[in-house]
Each structure stands twice: as structure tokens, then as C-alpha cells.
């Protein structure tokens, strides 16, 4: 079943809402309902277009397969229902019981949580999240799977600059799947971390290094950075990445053992002379 709302108006789903029934529905333009769900496994509701407002039911919410292929889709999503991102972008937080992200964007602001039993984020998708001035951000919680590029809004933060050990949350009770992070490895990390546009105004603003497990930014006017630690979850200020202060540490060692060895084929050499 296809359905299309070709006006400039928008559909609302109210009262006794929307029960798929297990059926297929395909939606091309806006559309706004309270209580989507399916008495039947095996349902899907498809967005191609427009702007839609998904609120699951708390009884029947389950048995839905959320598939955005365009448009702005937001929900809240249920513990038995599933989302797939292919195109267009999802807005918010919630709960599913299966995501997977193979293209266009999940966006997750406003202090949201999207949780899930199975989050997989493969090369063409993109995760955009925020933090906020308050040290609130958005999160993903559940079992994940990094992969493709990571959007980091600050817009929210403006030209501030923040302390040594500011934390920010970004991935909470995270369980990190195909293999990582023990360690992480090119297939399960991010391809790209970087600030969005519309974060420009930050002193930290510019595309993230990556460091082994941790993605640096540039270095703000009073020398510290913005650091994403993959292995926690954390975005954290420091006066210089963990990784790079071992690499100064290991270029020292090597110095040294270079400067000890030629002091003793001096010595060695002045005895034997």
C-alpha cells in the first residue's frame, strides 16, 4: 500500500492511530501520527519524502520496520520495533531493537538517548551529535558499532573555551560490537570525525586527527584540545592528547639510548686508547 500527500498540508494520525497490521506502507510527503504500530509481525512503514512525525504505541508499537529513505523522519521508536536509515536523515532519540545506518544521517540532539540492542553504522552513514554548554550531550546507548563519519555539533558551546578534564558523555553504558574496542580497528572506527558547519564559532572547530583510539582536534588559542576518546565514549578537554605525549615520550627514550650509546663507545674507546 502506497500512500502520498501531495499538498503543501500535512496528514495526522490521532485517536485509535495507525495499526499496519503487519502490512507494508509507503509514504511520500508529511505526515504526523500518535500511535503507530502493528498487531502483526512483519510490518513496515517506508518514508521517501517530506517530514514525518513517528510516535509509537505503548501497546502495539512493536512489530514495526522503520525504513527512512528520504525526508526527515523523528520517532521514538519501541523495544521491538526496528530502524534502517538509507537515505534522508532520522531525527532523535529512542529505543529499537535493531538499527542500522548504510546511508544519510542519524541526528541525535537535545540531550536524546538512542538506545539499542544492535546499532550498525556502516561506511555511508552519518552520526551527528550534540553538547551543550551545561556539559549535557546527546548519547547513544546499547550495543554499537562505529563506522562511516561522526558530525560533532558545538554550536551549542560558541566561542568558549572549557578547563582541563571537561567531560562530555557521548556514548553511556555503550557495548562496542565487531571488534572493537579491544582494540579498535580500521573496519568497526569512524572514517571522519569532524565539527559541523554550524559549529565554526568553537575555538576547537576543524576536522578531528585520528590517534590509534582517539580523534584530536585542532588546538585552541589557550593550547588544549578537544579529544574523542573511542574507548570510553568521551569527548574530553586536555593540554595535549594521551597518544601524542607517548609518541614525545617514545622519540625521548630513543634519544636517550642513541646519547647513552655512543657516550659508552667514547668511553671504550678512550680506555682502549
Known sequence: MTFENVGTGQLSFQGGGLDLQGNYLKVAGNAAQGSLGSATAGATYEVVSGVQTLTFDSVTGGNVNVVVNGGTVSGD?????????????????????????????????????????????????????NVNDDLSSASVAGNYQLGGSFQLDASNL??????????????QGTNYTAGSPSPLNGSSNFSVFAMSPSSSSSPYYGTFTRFGQEWTSPTASDGTYLVFQAQTGNLVVVPEPSTMVF??????????TMWKKRRLSKLLAAKAG
Open 158 to 171: 560558541g566561542t568558549n573555551l572549557y578547563g582541563m578534564g571537561t567531560v562530555w558523555s557521548l556514548f
Open 77 to 129: 521508536g519501541t523495544g521491538s520495533s526496528s530502524l534502517t536509515v538509507s537515505g534522508g536523515t532520522y531525527v532523535g532519540g529512542g529505543t529499537y531493537d535493531n538499527i542500522v545506518s548504510s546511508s544519510g544521517a542519524v541526528k541525535i540532539l537535545n540531550g536524546q538517548t538512542l538506545n539499542s540492542n544492535s546499532f550498525t553504522q556502516t561506511a555511508g552513514g552519518d552520526l551527528q551529535m
Open 247 to 256: 609518541a614525545g615520550l617514545g622519540v625521548a627514550m630513543s634519544g636517550w
